[in-house]
């Protein structure tokens, strides 16, 4: 098996990429539901349909993208220019949170989201390219670890400084400012990770193999009739929706459950600080215990977090921040361990389609990202949460604030626990991890 290690300049630069996309990720899902409930006066449920809707589409669209960035690779040996394409997604983000004025209701999530649908279109564009990578590189099962180490360690990062720094620029400067400020920071770190992928591509090249290129639908047929793809993937989309649950009920949690509006920046900081100092460790339990013994132990530790959580305010607040703690040492794992063994699967079966395997997976994790927010929409909805704007207080009933508390709580802890149960089924971690160095050579090159 080849074990050459990538060179840090190549590693650094593609783990750039991570940070501008950790804005896409973390600001939307922390900030849209509240900006659109308590800021333009849309109801949970027709807030939730904003978010949920866009996302529909991405079922599609992202296999649809991978299959174009395998024929790029086929055709220009690199995957680079999809991602090119997509560095127009920090335009689509400035959009989502500039609002006309005067608009509120209906028309204004109308707004939010076409801009949404075109931001979801500019981050296929990048991310599956992106991530596909390290299924092209001609590196073994643990360097594939480390390389996505790096990306997560600068994720966590792009996570941390946007949820810290949104909430205070949507605060002080107003949420078209914001959005202004936070998309330039994505450009420039977006086109970090365009040169960083052309550095890996010159360090560690793989040979580019035909394969045939199956339509979207067909794409996404065929990976999930692989017995090691179907239950990997369809576990981290239920944990996808977990941790983007989490994060859309976090300002609600602080402002209905602890009664502090401000709290929202020290729990988005307690949940993502952890992460970041984590992430070098989880790749150590990795390559001593291996990746899916190791997201099993943080999928518990995220359960008995949320757990602690959904008991509220009366357990005190050190001992709720805490638990925000765990939840993101668990998150670290979340997110490095199924994304290192995504690549382990494609070489498993067959690299020259990285990026159809690639967008299904990147599908998964955007799906979840509209299904978290839409699920705690719904719990706001059966609490009976009254929508409002920004200089409108609303009174919410007691049943509100309890579907705040277990939804912010009991429900990730179920749906934490059914990810367990879903990724059952996948066994090559445990095939890689046993196998002798020339069977592991072979099953990793797709032979």
């Given at each position: 098996m080849d074990e050459r290690r990538l060179p840090r300049a190549g590693l650094l630069a593609f783990a750039g990429g991570s940070l501008g996309m950790g804005i896409w990720v973390t600001v939307p899902g922390l900030l849209l539901l509240f900006f659109l409930t308590d800021g333009?006066?849309?109801?949970?449920?027709?807030?939730?349909?904003?978010?949920?809707?866009?996302?529909?589409?991405?079922?599609?669209?992202?296999?649809?993208?991978?299959?174009?960035?395998?024929?790029?690779?086929?055709?220009?040996?690199?995957?680079?220019?999809?991602?090119?394409?997509?560095?127009?997604?920090?335009?689509?983000?400035?959009?989502?949170?500039?609002?006309?004025?005067?608009?509120?209701?209906?028309?204004?999530?109308?707004?939010?989201?076409?801009?949404?649908?075109?931001?979801?279109?500019?981050?296929?564009?990048?991310?599956?390219?992106?991530?596909?990578?390290?299924?092209?590189?001609?590196?073994?099962?643990?360097?594939?670890?480390?390389?996505?180490?790096?990306?997560?360690?600068?994720?966590?990062?792009?996570?941390?400084?946007?949820?810290?720094?949104?909430?205070?620029?949507?605060?002080?400067?107003?949420?078209?400012?914001?959005?202004?400020?936070?998309?330039?920071?994505?450009?420039?770190?977006?086109?970090?990770?365009?040169?960083?992928?052309?550095?890996?591509?010159?360090?560690?090249?793989?040979p580019v193999t035909d394969g045939h290129a199956a339509p979207g639908l067909r794409a996404l047929l065929g990976s999930l009739r692989d017995k090691q793809f179907r239950p990997l993937v369809t576990s981290y989309l239920t944990m996808s929706t977990t941790s983007h649950l989490v994060l859309a009920a976090v300002p609600y949690y602080a402002v209905y459950e602890l009664g502090r509006p401000k709290l929202t920046t020290v729990l988005v900081a307690a949940f993502v600080a952890p992460a970041l100092l984590a992430t070098?460790?989880?790749?150590?339990?990795?390559?001593?215990?291996?990746?899916?013994?190791?997201?099993?132990?943080?999928?518990?530790?995220?359960?008995?977090?949320?757990?602690?959580?959904?008991?509220?305010?009366?357990?005190?607040?050190?001992?709720?921040?805490?638990?925000?703690?765990?939840?993101?040492?668990?998150?670290?794992?979340?997110?490095?361990?199924?994304f290192s063994m995504l690549p382990d699967v494609v070489r498993a079966a067959d690299p020259a389609k990285a990026g159809s395997y690639t967008g299904v997976w990147t599908a998964a994790e955007a799906t979840g990202g509209a299904l978290g927010p839409y699920i705690f929409s719904a719990c706001l909805a059966i609490g009976g949460f009254v929508g409002s704007t920004v200089n409108e207080d609303v009174a919410q009933t007691p049943l509100a604030h309890d579907m705040i508390r277990l939804g912010f709580g009991a429900v990730p802890a179920v749906l934490m626990l059914l990810a367990v149960l879903l990724q059952r089924g996948y066994t090559l971690d445990r095939r890689l991890r046993d196998a002798p160095v020339e069977e592991l050579s072979a099953v990793t090159s797709g032979r």
């Open positions: 333009l006066g849309v109801g949970p449920l027709a807030a939730g349909l904003t978010l949920l809707l866009p996302k529909i589409a991405d079922v599609l669209l992202h296999p649809w993208v991978g299959r174009l960035s395998d024929a790029d690779r086929r055709r220009r040996g690199h995957r680079r220019r999809l991602m090119l394409l997509g560095c127009l997604l920090p335009a689509g983000f400035a959009l989502i949170f500039a609002v006309p004025g005067g608009l509120v209701g209906v028309p204004a999530a109308v707004w939010v989201a076409v801009a949404f649908i075109a931001g979801n279109l500019a981050f296929a564009l990048f991310q599956v390219p992106y991530l596909a990578t390290p299924a092209d590189l001609a590196i073994g099962y643990h360097e594939r670890t480390r390389l996505m180490g790096f990306r997560m360690v600068v994720l966590t990062l792009g996570i941390l400084l946007s949820g810290v720094l949104a909430p205070q620029l949507s605060d002080h400067l107003g949420y078209a400012y914001m959005g202004v400020l936070l998309a330039a920071g994505m450009l420039a770190t977006m086109l970090i990770g365009v040169r960083g992928v052309r550095l890996l591509d010159t360090a560690a090249p793989a070098p460790l989880w790749v150590r339990v990795a390559r001593h215990i291996g990746k899916q013994t190791g997201l099993l132990a943080a999928q518990l530790a995220f359960v008995l977090g949320c757990v602690i959580l959904a008991l509220g305010r009366s357990v005190g607040l050190g001992v709720l921040i805490t638990a925000v703690a765990v939840l993101g040492i668990s998150f670290a794992a979340l997110q490095l361990l199924p």
